[in-house]
């Protein structure tokens, strides 16, 4: 489709968006076209030339980096597309571009190569229960914070010794390479088992290879809930991981849009509407934190 036809299109399905609140949906704009809402797509995006939102909205695609196996978050589901709330959240600023859910490209990012598929262009963002943290604002940049996750413990069970951070001390848990969980383990004394994704520490934990698995609170929650009565969540988070939008270290511009599409989400109802259709089946709601305009 040329730019113009897309354009036309969008505004052919504003228009229907229109007459469907017209018709009596309104009043709630995170239940906007009826069933499971996909997040609006903006049909007139214009942007600055020479930015990166001019350049993706021209291209009518994008690609995004996020987790596959994290239930919750972002799993691929039967259709063959990841789904969860950082799924959500990237349609959400696709969106904003004025390009469609079916136009994004998921690439998974592990936790290890978040920066370098950033700093390479393999991905134009990353939204995969990404900690803002210092070091890691040495290579990549961060919109956001959109979500306030704390490391946990997930544990069998039935088993009642390890109650909290104390308990795994000289303990073999395991946890995923270049992440922060993985840097908190090994700074309070127990033995890091270190594998490539979360899922593939539960069967370490099955078999007693590790005592527990430990990493955010929210995966560990989505963990345990796709596999019921087998494990369970113990002690309180006891660190902060505050969830950003990664992109180049450079592209101010492009970091202050996001913040700008993340605080108007928050205001007109798909932040939450998001939240609701995905780690909402288990998970409360918060508001969400301020974002950080460093
Ligand atoms: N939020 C932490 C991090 O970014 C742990 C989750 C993950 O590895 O994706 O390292």
């Given at each position: 489709m040329t730019r113009t036809t897309r354009r036309f299109a969008l505004a052919a399905a504003a228009a229907a968006a229109t007459a469907l609140i017209l018709a009596g949906c309104a009043g709630d704009p995170g239940e906007l076209g009826g069933d499971e809402a996909e997040p609006t797509v903006a049909p007139e995006a214009t942007f600055e030339a020479g930015t990166t939102m001019a350049r993706l909205a021209d291209a009518?695609?994008?690609?995004?980096?996020?987790?596959?196996?994290?239930?919750?978050?972002?799993?691929?589901?039967?259709?063959?597309?990841?789904?969860?709330?950082?799924?959500?959240i990237g349609k959400i600023i696709a969106g904003q571009l004025g390009i469609e859910p079916d136009n994004i490209e998921w690439v998974e990012t592990v936790s290890a190569n978040r920066e370098p598929f950033i700093e390479n262009g393999q991905v134009d963002l990353v939204v995969a229960t990404y900690t803002i943290n210092d070091k890691r604002?040495?290579?990549?940049?961060?919109?956001?914070?959109?979500?306030?996750?704390?490391?946990?413990?997930?544990v069998l069970a039935d088993?009642?010794?390890i109650k909290s951070e104390d308990d795994l001390v000289g303990q073999n848990v395991c946890s995923v390479t270049g992440s922060t969980p993985a840097a908190k383990l090994q700074e309070i004394g127990a033995v890091p088992f270190l594998t490539d994704t979360y899922s593939n520490c539960l069967e370490p934990l099955r078999s007693g290879q590790v005592v527990?698995?430990?990493?955010?609170?929210?995966?560990?929650?989505?963990l345990s809930a796709q596999n019921p009565g087998e494990f369970k969540v113990v002690g309180e988070p006891f660190t902060?991981?505050?969830?950003?939008?990664?992109?180049?270290?450079?592209?101010t511009d492009f970091r202050m849009w996001i913040n700008d599409v993340l605080e108007q989400s928050y205001e007109d109802g798909t932040y939450e509407a998001a939240w609701e259709k995905t780690a909402g089946q288990e998970l409360p709601f918060v508001e969400p934190p301020a974002v950080d305009r460093y």
């Open positions: 009518g695609t994008i690609t995004i980096g996020t987790k596959f196996d994290q239930p919750l978050f972002g799993l691929i589901g039967p259709s063959g597309t990841p789904e969860g709330f950082d799924v959500e604002k040495e290579v990549v940049s961060f919109a956001g914070p959109y979500y306030l996750a704390g490391q946990s413990i997930l088993n009642d010794t527990a698995v430990s990493t955010d609170n929210v995966i560990l929650a989505g902060e991981e505050p969830y950003g939008i990664g992109v180049k270290l450079d592209d």
